[in-house]
């Protein structure tokens, strides 16, 4: 008896399996995106920042460039060990390797922006919260594994062989390499 009832319960499932809809898939967002703005989603590693014709590989906590690792904060100076994550659904964030997130600039100082929000891309230029009272625009170069992306930036600081002085509005060009999809 226990037999035959396991045996109508079991076809009973399968009744009710077959008569079961498949789920409807979820659409990806990756589907809407246009061909350069799915290159840019992904994580990209900052290589080197270039000011004035200088190159530096050392910045503050809040990419103030350096050319003393020391004074900019040790070895997390170093901006290898920085990250920009672009996700599909429009949003960044800032990411540090050793530890937490790091901004760029000073709060209320003209550079400031938060260490994530939303990103727009238009032609040739890459919008970070496009609207806002920190939005930054930047000019970019895109290809499938390196980034280049260009604004100006106000100089908080002069450094010896730089060519600016405090105060100063000078183009950086930030150069990635893309590590993850």
């Not at 727009?120 to 230029?125: A, H, V």
């Not at 600016?164 to 000078?170: E, L």
């Amino acid at each position: 008896m226990e037999s035959v009832i396991k045996l109508n319960f079991i076809g009973l499932l399968l009744a009710l399996t077959a008569c079961v809809e498949e789920p409807e898939q979820l659409p990806n967002v990756n589907d809407n995106l246009s061909e350069e703005e799915a290159a840019l989603v992904g994580t990209w590693q900052y290589v080197s920042i270039d000011a004035n014709g200088v190159q530096f590989r050392i910045a503050t906590a809040q990419m103030e460039l350096s050319q003393d690792k020391n004074a900019a904060g040790g070895n997390r100076a170093e901006i290898e060990k920085r990250r920009v994550y672009y996700a599909p659904d429009g949003t960044y964030q800032l990411r540090w390797l050793e530890r937490g997130d790091y901004t760029l600039g000073t709060l209320d100082h003209p550079n400031w922006q938060p260490n994530f929000g939303f990103w727009q891309l238009s032609n040739d230029t890459l919008y970070h919260n496009r609207g806002a009272t920190h939005a930054q625009s930047y000019l970019i170069t895109l290809s499938r594994d390196k980034l280049s992306r260009s604004s100006h930036r106000y100089m908080s600081e002069a450094l010896t062989g730089a060519n600016w002085n405090a105060g100063d509005i000078v183009l950086q060009e930030e150069q990635f390499i893309k590590i993850l999809e």
